[in-house]
């Protein structure tokens, strides 16, 4: 049967050296030993960002104990989550060694490109479809440049943030009487509904429920499967802690959200943007992790000449990722838009851009390629979204935000730059 392993097979098993330590351990004991030695030797994975979150919390709830309430926990949910999805779309090219500069401004583009046509009169879906359309367009034909030219990412990017922010002017001069004042405003419900509607308490906890019994499902079937194929599994322990890990943060959330945090009226319920999130979370994770498409972009990212020389398309790969960073990033536009209810000719692409670079190295993905999940922008996109709403609840400007959001990411550099010489010597 060995003789029947695809020649691209060699690259990718190189490429994901250094197996999870669930795989490597045969009880909860071993797992957590190999984790101690993991993280001794500086293969830390997602644990400084944790430790990180957690403590930026606390110090901004001994600042102000308004920080943990449930009020605040919601608004900090919806006002992360373009942050998080632009942070996914990144990853995508992260994950190569590449970085695309222009994403922020694609998401602006597609948003006015949407607006523009709901105030035309056309139904929301085609708005939708049009402008991701559009945003993935884009976001290959950047990939094609880069990938089939061999010309740097940061260059063809930083020249498609500045050629987009352009555009974006143009768009909304050309909209005449609906960009009023380089503004165009949301008139609809259902786009509105994604930053600004909920669930009501009885589906935020049936719909809470499904996702935790949905995650364990597939978490303890992919365990049967590996065993039934005589591959290496996680101990039972080490699973049954994973599927209870995220039951609790299920029930966790739930109650966050259910918890009436108006003043004058009642407002509960799960924003619907938490559930946009999650449903890009699920299908970006499957597509990376269990996709060929996923295992040649880890392979490229871990050693592109190595993948060429295996067969693997690195052209075709790298136009599919910078594709699906536009796709995203078009995605977040529509979140951007609901968040912000209208788009402007203001919007700091450029920035929010940053942001999402940042939310993905602070997550754990590396600048360096080859390295990172879609989750990582989810913890990143969270401690970025803590920084800028801690330091609104303490009255600080602009400027310390900023100044606060690029320490941490400078720390999370060099932690990765650290933990890379450590896993080389």
């Not at 100044?403 to 932690?415: D, N």
Request: with cysteine; net charge positive.
């Amino acid at each position: 049967m060995a003789d029947l392993k695809q020649p691209e097979d060699d690259v990718i098993v190189a490429a994901q050296a250094g197996a999870p330590a669930e795989l490597l351990a045969d009880s909860f004991g071993d797992y957590v030993r190999i984790l101690a030695k993991r993280i001794s030797s500086g293969e830390s994975g997602a644990l400084p960002v944790i430790i990180g979150l957690v403590v930026i919390v606390g110090f901004f709830w001994f600042k102000n104990h308004a920080f943990l309430q449930p009020r605040n926990l919601v608004n900090l949910m919806t006002q992360s989550a373009f942050i998080i999805t632009l942070g996914m779309a990144e990853i995508f090219v992260l994950l190569l060694g590449d970085i695309d500069l222009a994403a922020g401004f694609t998401a602006a583009c597609a948003a006015v490109i949407a607006l523009w046509m709901l105030a035309l009169g056309d139904p929301w879906w085609a708005a939708v479809i049009v402008a991701l359309v559009a945003a993935a367009a884009y976001g290959a034909l950047q990939g094609g440049i880069t990938a089939r030219l061999g010309l740097p990412s940061f260059v063809v990017t930083l020249a498609g943030q500045l050629g987009l922010s352009g555009l974006l002017l143009y768009l909304i001069n050309a909209t005449g009487n609906i960009g009023v004042g380089g503004v165009i405003s949301l008139h609809n419900s259902i786009i509105n509904d994604i930053e600004n509607g909920y669930l009501n308490p009885t589906a935020t906890w049936i719909v809470m429920i499904v996702i935790a019994a949905v995650a364990g499902l597939i978490i303890f079937y992919g365990d049967i499967r590996r065993r039934t194929a005589g591959l290496v599994a996680p101990p039972l322990s080490v699973t049954l802690l994973k599927i209870a890990g995220i039951a609790v943060a299920c029930i966790v959330v739930a109650w966050i959200a259910n918890t009436n945090r108006g003043r004058l009226i009642v407002v509960e319920g799960m924003p619907w943007s938490v559930l946009v999130v999650l449903a890009i979370l699920f299908l970006w994770t499957v597509l990376l992790g269990r996709t060929r498409f996923g295992r040649y972009v880890y392979a490229i990212g871990g050693n592109a000449e190595a993948a060429r020389r295996a067969g693997i398309s690195i052209v075709r790969i790298r136009t599919l990722a910078f594709m699906l960073c536009g796709l995203t990033a078009g995605i977040t536009g529509i979140i951007y838009a609901s968040y912000l209810g209208s788009i402007s000719n203001g919007v700091n692409g450029g920035q929010n851009v940053l942001n999402a670079v940042a939310a993905a190295v602070i997550g754990g993905t590396s600048l360096f390629g080859g390295r990172g999940k879609m989750l990582n922008a989810v913890l990143g996109g969270l401690v970025v979204g803590v920084i800028y709403n801690g330091l609104q609840l303490l009255g600080l400007s602009a400027a310390a935000q900023l100044m606060w959001t690029a320490l941490v990411l400078l720390a999370a550099v060099i932690v990765d730059r650290i933990t890379r010489r450590g896993s080389a010597g």
